[in-house]
C-alpha cells in the first residue's frame, strides 16, 4: 500500500546513454520540446486564482512531464513518453533525431488504439504498476540495430521503424498475435523478445518479430487455471515491488522463469460496482494471516528444450523478493525473504543444477523487519554494492571476497543508487545527508569513500538515474515554486541539455497562477520520544486579527515521506485559493528517517502515528492566525485508516475529517504488507483488534465524510461496508461518498473535481470555512 497524495517516480534511464557527450551540442533542440502540450494555457499577465477545475484539467498543470527517456543504441534518438494537450492521461512515443535537430512524433498511441479492452490480469498489471488511469504508450524497447521500436498498445505488440527504409511505418509484430500480450520484453543482446499469453512464457526471435516467425510456448500448457508462469504474484506486484516474472541471461540463451500456483489462496468475491452493471470477480486475494501462492523458479532454455527447477530451501513458505544473473551469466542470484520479514538471504545458484548456497543475510533489528531495496549492483569484478539498514539507517556497503566495506554512513540515509562508473570506481547516490527533506545528489570514490561529493543543486529536491556507465545522468529535480525538470548531466552532475526544462514562464500552464503562489514554510515540533516531526504549511496572505481554517493532509504509513522542499502540488495551492491554511506533518513511521523511528508502528499501527498527527494540531492551535475550531483532516489510503484512527482516539480536536479508501480491518489487507507491520493475525495479543478501525467506531463525535471506490481491488469495499455497518448499528451519524467504477486511485478531470467539491461541501456544511475573525 503506497498511495501519497503527491507521488514522486524517478524516470527510468535507457541503455546507451553515455553516448550523449558524443556530440552534445547536436543536442540543444532538446530545450524545445514541442508546444502543442502547452496550446491551450493562459497568458501569465494578469494574476488568476487557482481552481479545481483547472487542477485536474488537460493540458496538466504542471507542464510537461516525460516518462521513460531512451537513446537509441546508435545515439541518433532521444525518445520519451509525452502526454498530450487535450488528454494528460494519453502518452504516445517522441523521438528527438539529432540528424536534423527536430523532434517529432513516433508513435501515435491513438491510431494504433484497438479500443480493446485490457484482460483483468493486465487490468491488475497496472493498478500494481500506479499506472491504472494512464492510456496509450505505457513502456517500449529500442531494437539492437536501432531501426525500429517495439511497442505495446493495448495488449498488443508493435513495431515502429523509426529510421531506415521503412521509417515512418508502425507494423504489428506477427508472432505475438492471437492474443493480449502481457511483459513483452527484449533479451539483453535485443535478438529475441519474449511475452506472457495464456498463462505461458513464449519467446520469439526479434529478426522475424515483423514477419510471420510464430512465437514458441518454452512453459508447459497448465490445466490449473491457478498455475502462471513468467508473471509476479499479487503480492511481488503490489508489496515488494516486483512486476518482472522471468529474467533473461545475459547471452539469451536461457532465462530464469517463476512459476506460481495460487491453488491454496483463498478466494474472494470482488464486486467491481459501476454505473450501469456490477462486475463479479472471483479473485485469490492472499489476505493477512492466510496462505500466499507457492512460488518457484526454473532456468529455462531459449528454446524451451530444457528445465532446471531452483533450490529455494526448504521452507516453501517465502518470498522471492529479487532475481539477477551475474555479468557472466554463470550466476543466478535470488534474494529469498521469510514470511516474518525480519531475514533476507541473498542465494547464490548455479544455473546448470539449480543448486543454491546462502551467499549472506540481512537480519532486521529486534522488533523491526526487513526494508527491500532495488539499490544494488553486481560489479565485474565480481562483488556487490549493496544498501542495507544494518547499523540503523540506510546505507551503502560493498561486498567483496566474503568481506563487507561500509562506504556511507552517519545519522541520514541513502535514498537512492543511481550508478557505477566502474572504470573510474565512482558510485552516484542519491540521500538526505544535508536536509532530511531535499533529496541530493552525491559521488563516492570506492577507493576512499569516507567524502561525499556534492553534485546536485541544494536549492531543489533532487533525484537521479544514470546509463549502465554511470557516467551519464538524468537529474529530475524541483522546488517550491517549479514543478519537475529533468536534464542530463556528466559525471561531475554538471547539465549538458534539458530535456524537459518546464520553466514556468510564459505559455506555462502554471503561469497565470505563480503570481498568487504561496510559498511552502517548514518547521519542527517534537514528539513524545523526543524526535523531531518535521511539518509544512502554506498559508493565505495572513491579515493582522484574522484566523483561518487548516485542512490537514496526513498519510502516516511506512515508505512514504509527505514533507519536502520539492514541487508541493497545485492541489495544496488550490487548497489556499480557497482560504484555508494547507498543513501536513510527518509521524514517527514515515520514510527516510531511519529504523529507530519507523519501527515505532511495529505492531502498533494506529497508535504513535494518531499522536504525532495530534501533536501537529496541538501546535496549530497555538498560532496566533489558526482558529482551533476550524481544523479538519484528510486522508487517503493509509491516510483514511488514519483519520478514523484520530477521530476515534480524540473526540472534538478536530472539527471534521474526510477518509478515503480507508483500511478499517487489517484482516482483509494482503498479507505481504499487513504481517511485515502487525504479524500473524492468528498470534494472541490482540494485535489487529487494537489496529483496526472497527472496534472503537462507536467512539467517533466528529463529522466524518467516507469516500470509496465501487471497485477498488486494493484496498477493497469491505472495509468501509464493514466500517459503515458498525456505525449505523451503534447509531453513529457519518456521510458516505461512493464512485461506482473507480478504483483505489480514484480520478478524472470531471470524477476529481467532483470528489474534492464534495469534501468542501461536506466542510461548509461544518462550518470549517473561511471567514471569521
Excluded: C
Aim: no cysteine; hydrophobic share 40%; proline share 6%.
Amino acid at each position: 500500500m503506497r498511495f501519497p497524495l503527491r507521488p514522486f517516480s524517478r524516470p527510468r534511464a535507457g541503455a546507451g546513454l553515455a553516448a550523449l557527450l558524443v556530440g552534445m551540442t547536436a543536442l540543444s533542440g532538446l530545450a524545445s520540446l514541442p508546444v502543442h502540450a502547452r496550446e491551450t494555457a493562459v497568458s501569465s499577465a494578469a494574476p488568476a486564482k487557482l481552481t479545481l477545475e483547472r487542477v485536474f484539467a488537460s493540458p496538466g498543470i504542471a507542464g510537461a512531464t516525460p516518462r521513460a527517456l531512451r537513446l537509441s543504441p546508435d545515439g541518433r534518438f532521444v525518445t520519451v513518453l509525452r502526454n498530450r494537450a487535450e488528454d494528460r492521461d494519453r502518452y504516445d512515443l517522441w523521438g528527438f533525431d539529432r540528424h536534423t535537430g527536430h523532434w517529432r512524433m513516433l508513435v501515435d498511441s491513438a491510431r494504433l488504439s484497438s479500443g480493446h479492452e485490457l484482460s483483468e490480469a493486465a487490468k491488475m498489471q497496472r493498478e500494481r504498476q500506479r499506472i491504472g488511469g494512464i492510456k496509450g504508450v505505457v513502456s517500449y524497447d529500442w531494437s539492437p540495430d536501432a531501426q525500429s521500436v517495439l511497442v505495446p498498445v493495448d495488449g498488443q505488440l508493435f513495431l515502429a521503424h523509426v529510421a531506415g527504409k521503412d521509417a515512418g511505418k508502425v507494423v504489428p509484430v506477427a508472432a505475438a498475435t492471437g492474443g493480449e500480450v502481457l511483459n513483452p520484453g527484449l533479451g539483453p543482446k535485443g535478438g529475441h523478445i519474449a511475452f506472457v499469453r495464456d498463462r505461458r512464457l513464449w519467446v520469439a526471435p526479434l529478426d522475424g518479430a515483423a514477419q510471420d516467425s510464430a512465437a514458441q510456448a518454452v512453459t508447459p500448457e497448465e490445466s490449473n487455471a491457478d498455475v502462471h508462469w513468467g508473471e509476479a504474484e499479487f503480492v511481488a506486484q503490489e508489496e515488494m515491488n516486483r512486476m518482472a516474472g522471468f529474467w533473461w541471461a545475459p547471452d539469451e540463451t536461457q532465462l530464469v522463469v517463476e512459476r506460481f500456483d495460487e491453488s491454496g489462496v483463498g478466494m474472494v468475491t470482488r464486486a467491481a460496482i459501476g454505473a450501469g452493471a456490477t462486475k463479479v470477480t472471483q479473485q485469490r486475494y492472499p489476505a493477512a494471516g492466510t496462505p500466499n501462492a507457492a512460488v518457484s523458479l526454473f532456468v529455462i532454455s531459449a528454446d524451451g528444450k530444457s528445465r532446471v527447477a531452483i533450490d529455494l530451501g526448504p521452507d516453501k513458505d517465502i518470498y522471492v523478493a529479487r532475481v539477477d544473473w551475474a555479468k557472466d551469466g554463470k550466476t543466478v542470484y535470488v534474494q529469498r525473504l521469510n514470511r516474518v520479514q525480519d531475514r533476507l538471504d541473498m542465494l547464490a545458484v548455479d544455473p546448470a543444477t539449480g543448486a543454491s548456497r546462502v551467499l549472506f543475510s540481512e537480519q532486521a533489528a529486534p522488533h523491526s523487519w526487513v526494508n527491500l531495496s532495488n539499490d544494488y549492483r553486481f560489479l565485474a569484478d565480481g562483488s556487490l554494492i549493496w544498501w542495507s539498514e544494518r547499523d540503523g539507517h540506510g546505507h551503502l556497503y560493498r561486498f567483496r571476497d566474503g568481506q563487507w566495506q561500509q562506504l556511507t554512513q552517519g545519522n541520514w540515509e541513502v535514498t537512492g543508487l543511481v550508478g557505477v562508473d566502474e572504470k573510474a570506481g565512482r558510485v552516484i547516490l542519491t540521500g538526505n545527508r544535508d536536509d532530511v527533506l531535499a533529496g541530493q545528489l552525491y559521488a563516492l570514490d570506492l577507493a576512499h569513500p569516507g567524502t561525499l561529493t556534492p553534485l546536485g543543486d541544494p536549492g531543489y529536491d533532487n533525484a537521479a538515474s544514470a546509463d549502465p556507465s554511470g557516467r551519464t545522468l538524468i537529474v529530475t529535480r524541483s522546488a517550491d515554486r517549479q514543478p519537475q525538470q529533468s536534464y542530463l548531466a556528466d559525471e561531475t552532475g554538471k547539465r549538458l541539455a534539458w530535456i524537459e526544462e518546464n520553466r514556468v514562464e510564459g505559455d506555462h500552464p502554471y503561469a497565470p497562477f505563480l503570481a498568487t503562489h504561496r510559498p511552502a514554510q517548514f518547521g519542527t515540533i517534537k514528539a513524545a520520544d523526543g524526535s523531531d516531526l518535521h511539518w509544512v504549511m502554506i498559508t493565505p496572505p495572513l491579515e493582522p486579527g484574522k484566523t483561518y481554517p487548516v485542512f490537514t493532509y496526513h498519510y502516516g504509513g511506512p515508505t512514504v515521506q509527505v514533507v519536502k522542499r520539492g514541487w508541493q502540488g497545485a492541489l495544496a495551492q488550490a487548497v489556499v485559493a480557497r482560504g484555508y491554511i494547507w498543513f501536513a506533518i510527518d509521524n514517527r513511521g514515515s520514510d527516510n528517517r531511519g529504523v529507530a523511528f519507523a519501527s515505532q508502528i511495529h505492531h502498533a499501527m494506529g497508535t504513535v502515528e494518531v499522536e504525532d498527527q495530534l501533536a501537529g494540531t496541538q501546535y496549530l492551535k497555538t498560532l496566533p492566525f489558526v482558529d482551533p475550531t476550524r481544523i479538519a483532516t484528510f486522508g487517503w489510503s493509509y491516510g483514511g485508516y488514519m483519520t478514523i484512527k484520530m477521530l476515534e482516539k480524540h473526540a472534538h480536536v478536530w472539527a471534521a475529517g474526510i477518509a478515503v479508501a480507508p483500511v478499517t480491518r487489517w484482516e482483509l489487507y494482503d498479507t505481504a504488507y499487513t504481517e511485515r507491520y502487525l504479524g500473524d493475525p492468528k498470534a494472541q495479543g490482540g494485535v489487529y483488534e487494537r489496529a483496526g478501525a472497527i472496534a472503537e467506531a462507536a467512539k467517533i463525535r466528529d463529522p466524518l465524510l467516507v469516500i470509496h471506490g465501487m471497485a477498488d481491488d486494493n484496498v477493497v469495499l469491505d472495509n468501509t461496508t464493514a466500517f459503515a455497518a458498525t456505525m449505523q448499528a451503534g447509531a453513529v451519524p457519518f456521510e458516505m461518498m461512493l464512485y461506482p467504477g473507480q478504483t483505489h486511485a480514484i480520478g478524472g478531470p470531471k470524477i476529481s473535481v467532483h470528489l474534492y467539491e464534495r469534501v468542501f461541501d461536506f466542510l461548509d456544511r461544518h462550518g470549517v470555512v473561511p471567514g471569521g475573525k
